[in-house]
T-cell receptor
Framework: QKEVEQDPGPLSVPEGAIVSLNCTYS??????FMWYRQYSRKGPELLMY????GNKEDGRFTAQVDKSSKYISLFIRDSQPSDSATYLC???????????FGGGTRLMVKP | DGGITQSPKYLFRKEGQNVTLSCEQN?????MYWYRQDPGQGLRLIYY???????QKGDIAEGYSVSREKKESFPLTVTSAQKNPTAFYLC?????????????FGPGTRLTVL
């Protein structure tokens, strides 16, 4: 079993929809959680960075962390075709540890 | 413009050849990383370096080698010992090693074995 699980998709939604992307993990020591967006044939770029449990909002994006369930989510409101990309979750334990990535979910937002 | 550059964008290797992938950053970051990305498997860490002239193996270092002679450069050599090298290779850097600081990624190099 992988340490971080992520549904590969593809997830296809109409423009304007609310998108929910999720990751589950098994290591209870994880406390740093990140979401990266990766366009086709490009390097990932950091979207959201959260520490421990709770919510964080940035524009149309909201990251949620539920450590009791070992579950993190990224919500995208008013999705746009430009949001079409692969979304990777990443996490680690104490600062100084390396990141563990999920396999990524491919999102397609149709006009 | 500050950032990370990788070259070449596409690279083809014959069986038994060593090839070197270039990674340069002008962000003045101390830490640099090499990841391998295969479809559906996310990013796996090959090597990382926290400081010049020092580097550590990641999860899948076998068949790869690196050097860190300059702060801004962290080349990766894929040796003939790497039996399945076809993949997308990503270089990243951060202010310090670990996760307290954001990792910035380069555009990647796609390596194909012929």
């Amino acid at each position: 079993q992988k340490e971080v699980e992520q549904d590969p998709g593809p997830l296809s939604v109409p423009e304007g929809a609310i998108v929910s992307l999720n990751c589950t993990y098994s290591n209870s020591a994880f406390q740093y959680f990140m979401w990266y967006r990766q366009y086709s044939r490009k390097g990932p770029e950091l979207l959201m960075y959260t520490y421990s449990s709770g919510n964080k909002e940035d524009g149309r994006f909201t990251a949620q962390v539920d450590k009791s369930s070992k579950y993190i989510s990224l919500f995208i409101r008013d999705s746009q075709p430009s949001d079409s990309a692969t979304y990777l979750c990443a996490m680690s334990g104490n600062a100084g540890n390396m990141l563990t990535f999920g396999g990524g979910t491919r999102l397609m937002v149709k006009p | 413009d500050g950032g990370i550059t990788q070259s070449p964008k596409y690279l083809f290797r014959k069986e038994g050849q060593n090839v070197t992938l270039s990674c340069e950053q002008n962000l003045n970051h101390d830490a640099m990383y090499w990841y391998r990305q295969d479809p559906g498997q996310g990013l796996r860490l090959i090597y990382y370096s926290q400081i010049v002239n020092d580097f550590q193996k990641g999860d899948i270092a076998e068949g790869y080698s690196v050097s860190r002679e300059k702060k801004e450069s962290f080349p990766l050599t894929v040796t003939s010992a790497q039996k399945n090298p076809t993949a997308f290779y990503l270089c990243a850097s951060s202010i310090v090693a670990g996760t307290a600081s954001e990792q910035f990624f380069g555009p990647g190099t796609r390596l194909t074995v012929l």
